[in-house]
Every structure is written in C-alpha cells, then in structure tokens.
C-alpha cells in the first residue's frame, strides 16, 4: 500500500533524484566546457569508480540548503545512492524506508529509480528561505518549472527532508 504523500515527496526529492525528480550537472567552474570529449575506447576513463564508503560524507557541501542542493544533484547524476542517502534527513529516510518496505525493494532500490528520472539540466536554485533550522528553496525541474524543496539542519549540516504540509507550491 503506498503513502498518500509518496508520490509528491518523491516528485519534490526526484530533483535530487530527478531528486527531487530523482541529474546532469556540471561541476565545472563556469565558463568552461560543460561537454567533455569521450574516452577512447579500452582505457581506463571507461571504469566505474567504485562507490563511496557508507561512512564517507558527500563530495561538496552542506554549509547552506543551496549548496546541499548541488551536492545532492551531483550525486544523482552520478547514481551515487549512497551519497544521495547521506542527503536526506532522518525523517525522509524513515519515509523512503516506508515506502522500500511497501514496493517490496530497499531503499537502495528506490533511490536508484529515482536517479534512472529525468532532471534538470542545470542545478539552478532561487528564493533561498532560512529560518532557524528549517530552510526552502526554489530549483528548477526537468519540465523547467520552479519547485519547491525543503531542507532540515541536522549535525551542522543542510539536508533534504519532507516537506510541510501547510507550505503552498510554489509559483511558477
């Protein structure tokens, strides 16, 4: 049985995962290249890094919700599910848990369907809005729209949790 809420959580985390809509990102500083030439064929650029230790916090930063936010897109675009787990609050991996636990399928299974969902293809982010240890922003889905994400401060760091019932979608 699913969550009455799953599917708009999961929608606003697929950004992070399309998360939000579960990401091409470039990591590049600007005004560089974002398209990179292919890697010959039989060389080693064609590996896979192997995933990150569970105990290994996310490459980039969780100083602010928009800095959280570029992290988090980052690592969906490298299916990085174990990174992407480190991004989330307790409260919405209690729910991704609860929602795993319903499909039948980890959680790891669930985030890495998030990351097979179209995204953005910039991690643009506006509106920026902290208050105590709860914060939202504004990023852009993959249709181009403004939506909204909320972000929970927890251990000193910004992550994506569930949004408040009470806040309005945001405008477009």
Known sequence: MRLPNCLAFVT????VLG?????QVNTEPRGEAVNQPAAK???NANLTAAPPAADTPPAGSLATPAEAYRTAYAARQRKDVEGLKRMLSKDALDFFTTVAEADKKTVEEVLKQMTERPQAPTADTRNEKITGDRATLEYLDENGKWKTMDFVKEGGDWKLTLPKAERPVAGG
Do not use: H, R, V
């Open 41 to 43: 064929a039989g060389t």
């Open 19 to 23: 998360w939000a809509t579960a990401c």
């Open 12 to 15: 606003a985390a697929s950004f």
